[in-house]
């Protein structure tokens, strides 16, 4: 039998590390490509040097890894999923996303992420019969939604609802029932844990066709028996009064699915890590699912999908595109759909995403955006800008064409994006809550303190007009509160104009 990556006789790979400072050197073991970050811990000064460090430098105990934005941080070891960005690779459990997307199904691939293996089919029977009997949510959810203002942001109202579905699951809530609920190493935590899963991943399709149909100012459907889970999200989305017949067109729900199924997992991204991060805490998965929720909601992340379309809009036509290259290559402005912090050379999602819109397209025509988001990619792929940086089109790029002709709300497409990935943050909540209540360490993080060290309080009359800095600084951007706008009505305006 050869050497596996954890056999004690494997040579041990290490870094050696000296510092400068001291001249102290240190031998870091490497394992998996990664050295552990507290090793560097080991390296201190015994007081600060006078004129170099400062107390709050507290090199006393020990240097730390200074990583602003994760760039190269790894924060847990995971079974999950794997991506090579070099070579655009994504593998759930070990499956090519390319083959999953081409023979799987949504809730298939959910529980292969969950559980590591491809079900039976009495193990799928199984799961797909637990997440569709949860889709049902307790009817104190209607009044939650339907309080929301007419014209809210759709991932406003499925993050607050997440949050809120947490309240009617107080056997389910750590601060309720037990801080080890789940990470005891007893069945019944596990069929605890398991059951906010079901729950959540049911609940979610629910949540969100509630969230539409609030702003269309529609009654609420409830979920209908029978139907697969895209299937099933389209039906409550969109049932009118064609009775109990109506089904979902199939080649809609067939690519919703597969979209789902592409947006499941992908590792550590932010939205991921915000889930984790709140779920350390050991609060319950509602609160964690919620905070995961609003991570994606940024632009940056899954938002990009809404922010293509506005892009596109903007932009107008092909001939407009140009143009907007410049914006963007001036820092005006920034190509939505383009680059990603791991994937450097192309996202194997675009690709098959592109298929799909294919497959869509012939069923309902082309979107009239979609010349022009093709003279933008072959704009930028040759552009040395974007060839320099390694920018290429992401999984946000296209889906958004592929939403709107299907005719959902340019701003429901982040909850396109939010729905499938509720999966992906489970299984890694699962695997982190597994893994014992020793193992799940809470996630605080340390930063580098650049700002004053200890003065000593000022009285606001010994301030005077610049205030207790006494002009030493000049006054810096956002140093003070800005003196923001209040609108008010004509009325208002008008009566304090004429000093009444
Ligand atoms: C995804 C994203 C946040 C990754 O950010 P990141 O890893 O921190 O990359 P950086 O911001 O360091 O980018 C490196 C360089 O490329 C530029 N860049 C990255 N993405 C860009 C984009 N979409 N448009 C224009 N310039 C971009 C940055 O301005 C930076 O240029 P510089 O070296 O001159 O400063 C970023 O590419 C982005 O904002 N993309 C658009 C939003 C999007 O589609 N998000 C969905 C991701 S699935």
């Known amino acids: 039998m050869g050497l596996t990556l954890d056999d004690p006789h494997k040579p041990r790979d290490s870094l050696t590390v000296t510092d400068n400072r001291t001249g102290k050197t240190v031998d870091i073991p490497i394992s998996r490509n990664s050295v552990p970050a507290t090793a560097f811990k080991k390296l201190s000064l015994a007081k600060a040097r006078e004129g170099q460090d400062r107390p709050e430098d507290e090199v006393e105990s020990g240097l730390r890894v200074f990583d602003a934005g994760y760039q190269n941080t790894a924060v847990v070891q995971s079974a999950i999923t794997f991506i090579d960005g070099e070579a655009g690779v994504l593998r759930h459990r070990g499956y090519p996303i390319e083959q999953l997307a081409d023979k799987s199904t949504f809730l298939e691939t959910a529980y292969l992420l969950l559980y590591g293996e491809l079900p039976t089919s009495a193990q799928y029977k199984l799961f797909s019969r637990e ?171 899954g938002g990009a999908n809404e922010a293509v379309i506005r892009m596109l809009v903007d932009i107008g036509s092909p001939d407009n595109v140009p143009a907007f290259i410049e914006r963007v290559k001036r820092k005006e402005a920034v190509l939505s759909g383009f680059g990603h912090r791991v994937y450097v050379a192309t996202d194997p999602r675009s690709k098959i995403i592109q298929k799909i819109a294919e497959d869509v397209f012939a069923l309902t025509g082309k979107d009239p955006l979609l010349d022009t988001a093709l003279a933008l990619r072959d704009a930028a792929l040759k552009d040395s800008y974007f060839i320099s940086r390694r920018l290429y089109p992401n999984v946000d790029f296209f889906s958004g064409l592929i939403y709107r002709v299907l005719g959902f709300p340019t701003d429901f497409f982040p909850v396109l994006f939010a729905v499938p990935r509720v999966v992906g943050w489970l299984a890694h909540w699962r695997q982190m809550m597994l893994a014992g209540t020793a193992a799940v360490k809470i996630w605080r993080p340390r930063q580098v303190y650049v700002g004053e060290g200890e003065r000593n309080y000022v009285g606001m009359k010994e301030r005077g007009e610049e205030g207790a800095q006494q002009g030493k600084k000049k006054k810096e951007r956002g140093s003070e509160p800005s003196k923001v706008h209040h609108p008010t009505s004509t009325r208002v305006f008008l009566a304090r104009e004429s000093k009444l």
Do not use: W
């Not at 409830?222 to 409550?236: Q, R, T, V």
């Not at 067109?249 to 919703?256: C, M």
């Open 131 to 301: 997440v569709m009997h949860h889709t049902f949510v307790h009817r104190d959810m209607a009044d939650i939604v339907a309080s929301f203002r007419f014209d809210s942001h759709p991932m406003a109202i499925l993050t607050a609802s997440f949050a809120a579905l947490g309240a009617y699951s107080p056997e389910g809530n750590p601060a309720l029932a037990g801080q080890k609920i789940y990470t005891a190493p007893t069945d019944a935590a596990l069929r605890l844990l398991d059951k906010q899963i079901f729950r959540l991943i049911g609940k979610s399709i629910t949540l969100a066709a509630m969230a539409y149909r609030m702003r269309q100012g529609r009654q609420f459907v409830a979920p209908p028996a029978g139907m697969g889970y895209a299937e099933s999200f389209l039906y409550m989305m969109d049932h009118l009064n064609e009775g109990s017949e109506y089904r979902p067109h199939p080649t809609i729900a067939k690519a919703l699915d597969t979209l789902f199924l592409l947006h499941a997992d992908h590792e550590m991204n932010a939205s991921c890590a915000a889930v984790l991060q709140v779920g350390s805490t050991l609060v319950d998965p509602y609160s964690a699912v919620s905070a995961g929720c609003a991570a994606l909601y940024g632009p940056s992340h």
